[in-house]
């Protein structure tokens, strides 16, 4: 059942309430069945939660919600992320803060296997609660407007699909999809009558992915009346953007190309045409300053009535707790990463190494969480162009990138004068450039690459290689208890 609360208004006084309540209850005093089974007053059925066009927007606004989980990408899902890879050292060994990621031994029973599962398919059904409720009560809202609602909760699920299958399954280029992948819930689940399901295989998941946010390309608005929406809610070019990634992911190296294309002018300074004007901006800005800028395509926005604070937080964790510390032999200590590049200001020293400050907030950390950034569709767009054969465009994308934060660099010519040199420095270049947003394991395990080994003077953790079961995350106990079908 949709619960939504609301309160007795305050202009009645308290004893009149009791009143009202006794002459309510001597009324009704011939039907006996309701008063034994009355309707909570604080529950909303699922007519009634599509009744009118602002409760319908509050489930829009709860599909957002569900999405800055702390689960989810309000936090754990970006320090997980970036824990499994090479580029942070763990400080703590703290179970609560990533430290079975780090060292690779995270298994079925471990707090985020189920959490970050948990956190995704509420995301998910939130959306198909949506979904079907607009298909169900169709005049509630203008066509115009269920059409939107309905392309930013197909979003929402792809989003949260994708997120899930490039963590529990085996990844799509080692057998083109082959392998087993998720439960693919598409129905509005209200019971536990629907909880035994089998897995779609991988490639069944990424279908359901770009069918989804093709179709809410085609419905979703070219944009919004303020930078702010902009930046929060799904719109054209966010089905676009996240469309990259997902053929990035699956090599398809074409589609990549031909979505990036829509956004993505011809020539420098490379921009977005239509829907709205995307475009590189000042890279310390858009993490201090300016969230909303042209770049930011869509971010998780913090406030203080939703913020996610503490072991939960990747701004505490990374940084004001000092509990992974960059890791010296990762990419920050990459000769080719100059000092006077803008994006090595997002660090601070304390005890001889070096913490992230990307996000710099502190408590409560009220930082904007980036999904989708500019800079990573013109890094896609360029592995993309350079793995087809187009180094011209892959180098001019490249430089756009860089240049943005290093004006004076000039790449050697050893490394972009030939292809495979080329698509090495634009992966070296999205370590830089995407540091501490949660893509390095993915972008590992998507070029079939190893989670390398890393150490510490009291921390080891060792290299897994894909051939190992520990390559991707276990699937939850949660789940295998409760889902009859899940492992046949």
């Given amino acids: 059942m949709l619960m939504n609360t609301y309160r007795i208004p305050r202009s009645i006084p308290r004893f009149g309430r009791v009143l009202l309540l006794g002459g309510l209850l001597t009324a009704a005093g011939c039907d006996q069945q309701e008063l034994l089974n009355p309707v909570p007053q604080t529950s909303i059925t699922g007519d009634n939660a599509f009744s009118s066009p602002e409760r319908v927007q509050g489930l829009v606004n709860g599909i957002y919600k569900a999405i800055k989980a702390g689960n989810y990408y309000g936090g754990n899902y970006l320090i997980y992320s970036e824990a499994r890879g090479e580029e942070f050292i763990n400080r703590t060994s703290n179970t609560f ?15 985020f ?4 599962w948990a956190a995704a398919y509420a995301a998910i059904n939130n959306a198909n609660i949506l979904i079907q409720g607009l298909a169900d009560h169709p005049n509630t809202v203008s066509e115009t407007l269920r059409k939107q609602y309905v392309a930013e909760a197909k979003f929402a699920r792809a989003l949260a699909y994708f997120s899930l299958v490039t ?18 819930r598409l129905k509005a689940e209200t019971t536990t009558a629907g909880n035994d399901l089998k897995r779609s295989s991988v490639a069944e998941v990424y279908a359901r992915i770009l069918k989804d946010l093709d179709e809410a390309e085609a419905d979703l608005p070219a944009g919004y009346t303020s930078a702010l929406l902009n ?7 966010t089905a676009v953007a996240l469309k990259t990634r997902v053929y990035l992911n699956q090599g398809n190296y074409a589609k990549v190309i031909e979505e990036a294309r829509k956004i993505v002018s011809d020539a420098a300074p490379f921009s977005a045409a239509s829907g709205v004007a995307h475009r590189l901006q000042n890279i310390v800005e858009i993490f201090t300053t300016n969230y909303t800028s042209t770049e930011s395509i869509l971010s998780v926005p913090m406030t203080e009535l939703d913020n996610v604070t503490g072991q939960s937080s990747f701004a505490y964790v990374f940084n004001a707790n000092s509990e992974y510390h960059l890791n010296p032999n990762g990419i920050w200590g990459h000769t080719d990463w100059k000092t006077g590049d803008l994006r090595r200001t997002f660090s601070r020293t304390a005890s001889g190494v070096q913490f992230l400050t990307k996000y710099g907030k502190p408590s409560p950390f009220l930082d904007y969480i980036p999904i989708l950034r500019y800079a990573e569709i013109l890094l896609n767009y360029a592995e993309a162009a350079a793995r087809t054969g187009d180094l011209p465009k892959a180098l001019a994308l490249l430089k756009a990138v860089r240049n943005r934060s290093d004006a004076g660099y ?10 495979a040199a080329l698509v090495s420095t634009i992966l070296t270049e999205r370590r830089i450039e995407l540091l501490g947003e949660g893509f390095r394991s993915n972008d590992l395990l998507r ?3 190893p989670l390398p080994a890393k150490a510490s003077a009291s921390n080891t953790a060792p290299e897994v290689k894909p051939s190992q079961s520990n390559y991707i995350f276990p699937l939850p106990n949660t789940e295998i208890v409760t889902n009859k079908l899940l492992l046949e």
């Fill in 167 to 184: 963590l529990y399954a085996r990844p799509y280029n080692e057998d083109k999809g082959a392998s087993p992948g998720l439960p693919l």
């Fill in 113 to 116: 296997v189920a959490g970050f």
């Fill in 410 to 419: 000039v790449f050697p010519e050893s490394a972009v004068s030939t292809q």
């Fill in 447 to 449: 070029n079939g690459l």
């Fill in 231 to 237: 930046t929060t809610r799904a719109h054209r070019n």
């Fill in 97 to 111: 803060t990533a430290y079975e990621a780090w060292n690779q031994t995270l298994n079925s029973g471990s707090n």
